[in-house]
C-alpha cells in the first residue's frame, strides 16, 4: 500500500475514534462542579480579622463565622429541566482556601442554558424533621424555637475606639428564602473540567438594597422586619464570573 496513503487513512481513522470518543462522552451523564469563593468587597474574606468598614458607620469589623444553605438546584436545558435530587447543602467558609465547592454527579447531557438555586429552604424541608442531604435538625443552622432552619449565618464583631460589639445576624423566616437564576455561558456542558465559579460578597449583607449600620444593628434573629433586610440583601450577594444573575 502507497505509504501517503496508509498515512491519510490512520488519520481518517484517528479522526473517527476522537469523534466517536467525543459522541460518547457528550451523551454520557457527567459532574457539574459548583465553586463559591467569599469576598468583602474587593478583598478574599479574611476571618478573625477586624479590617472591614461598618458600611452604615463608624468602626471595623471582623467575621467569625458565615455559612448558609444552598438548596432546590435547578438547571435548566434544552430537552428538560434537571432538578438535583435531595438539593441541600451547606456553604461553609471555614477553611484555609475560604472556599466551597460543590460536586453533583449524573448530571444528563443537555445543553444547558442557566442555573437556579435558592438561598435558605423550601416550606416543605424547613417544616420537616427528615435529615435530607446537609440538612439536620439538630445542628446549629437549626433554630432551637421551633422546627425549622437559619438560612444564613453571620457571626462577628464590631470594633468601634475601645468598644466592641457582637455581631449575631441569624436569618431563616420562610418568606427570607430567595431564588436566584444565572445564565450559563454556552461552553457549559456536564463533565467539563471547569468548574462554574461564583463569587459571594459577604458585604452585601449590609450593603444590598439596604444599607445597614451595624452599630445600630448588631443583632437579627426573631425580628421579621429585620429579617426582610438581610434577606433583601443576601439576594444580591452571589454572582457567577461572566454572567449576570437576577434575584427574586
Known sequence: MDRKLLKVLVAIALLLIGAWIYVYQTSQPGVVSLRFDTVVG???LALNETRYPNPGGAGLFRVRDFQFYLSNIVLHGKKKDYRVPDSYHLARFDNASG?????LPGVPPDAYSAITFSIGIDDA???SIASVGDLDPNSRM???WEVGYKFV??????LDGDTVQPLVYHVGFSENRKILRFDL???FAPGSPEPLSFTVDVMALFTGKVTID??????VKFDRADARSIAENYGEMVSLATTTGDAQ
Not at 472556599?99 to 460536586?103: F, N, V
Not at 449565618?153 to 464590631?158: D, K, M, N, V
Not at 451595624?214 to 443583632?219: D, G, K, Q, R, S
Request: aromatic content about 10%; cysteine-free.
Open 42 to 44: 474587593e478583598e478574599p
Open 99 to 103: 472556599r466551597y465547592q460543590l460536586d
Open 125 to 127: 424541608a424547613n417544616s
Open 142 to 144: 437549626a433554630w432551637n
Open 153 to 158: 449565618l453571620f457571626e462577628g464583631a464590631l
Open 185 to 187: 455561558p454556552e461552553s
Open 214 to 219: 451595624m452599630a445600630a444593628l448588631p443583632n
